[in-house]
């Protein structure tokens, strides 16, 4: 299979968009480091499907919010499979909270999940690509708002940003080592960072109206974007985003 020997760690995998990515990679062969915080009989579950694929599979408690959370995360990676070729920085979480009423907790907590992970994953799945001959990808779980404005979501669409910063430069810089840093921009995705749009019907109506197809994505039409962007098809996608959105951001500026 097309991933068969390569070790790719998900961050926030057992879960959403995470454990879709999860299924993604192990379907294509590849070993799969689960990262986690809360629920571990969602992790327990997910390892069973892992391995019911015929992966090998662990899942590791980490807060990929703390640089030595990450550290032990990549370390445990190495020591139960010797190496990384797959890094996915997906952990991400939002506050739909307007700029003029964001408390600084609140700001660092988002930026500190969605950014400063991603950041810190990055440097230390490179370190380990590089020590183990070079070569590898690193995909960033972004969104249409790492562009687009979400009014009432701004410490989200900060990250996002920063996060689309962070793909193009050290895009850039770890190209020489043969390493492809790459984003992945989902639109409205069926998952629990939408659960109140979900349960409005209302708000759901208004949503889709505003997708070109008319519907929210599946976790796993996400999956499958990333599973893409891992195999040997991607191997000239470097410092840029693949949005996979239903044509959200071409369509209406705002929600
Ligand atoms: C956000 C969702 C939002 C979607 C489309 C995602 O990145 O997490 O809250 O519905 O973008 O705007």
């Not at 988002?110 to 001959?133: D, E, P, Y």
């Not at 669409?157 to 190209?175: D, I, P």
Request: glycine share 12%; aromatic share 4%; hydrophobic share 45%.
């Amino acid at each position: 299979m097309e991933l068969t020997g390569k070790v790719a760690v998900v961050t926030g995998g057992n879960s959403g968009i995470g454990k879709a990515i999860v299924l993604a990679l192990a379907a294509k062969g590849a070993t799969i480091v689960i990262d986690w915080v809360a629920d571990e009989q969602a992790t327990e579950a997910l390892e069973d499907q892992v391995r019911a694929l015929g992966d090998q599979v662990i899942g590791v408690e980490a807060d990929v919010s703390k640089v030595t959370d990450l550290e032990r995360l990549v370390a445990s990676a190495v020591t139960a499979f010797g190496r990384v070729d797959v890094m996915v920085n997906n952990a991400g979480i939002e506050t739909r909270t307007s700029v003029l009423d964001t408390t600084e907790a609140q700001y660092d907590r988002v930026l500190a999940i969605n950014l400063k992970s991603a950041f810190f994953g990055t440097q230390l799945a490179a370190r380990q690509m590089i020590a183990q001959g070079g070569g590898g990808r690193i995909i960033n779980v972004t969104s249409v708002h790492e562009d687009w404005p979400m009014p009432g979501n701004t410490a989200y669409c900060v990250s996002k940003g920063g996060m689309r910063m962070l793909t193009r430069t050290a895009g850039v810089e770890l190209a020489a080592h043969g390493i492809l840093v790459v984003g992945v921009g989902p639109g409205a995705v069926a998952t629990p960072i939408n659960a109140s749009t979900l349960g409005d019907p209302a708000a759901l109506a208004k949503l889709n109206a505003a997708i070109p197809l008319g519907r929210m994505a599946q976790p796993e039409e996400i999956g499958s974007v990333v599973a893409f962007l891992a195999s040997d098809a991607a191997s000239y996608l470097a410092a840029t985003t693949i949005f996979a959105d239903g044509g959200l951001m071409q369509s209406s500026p705002g929600l």
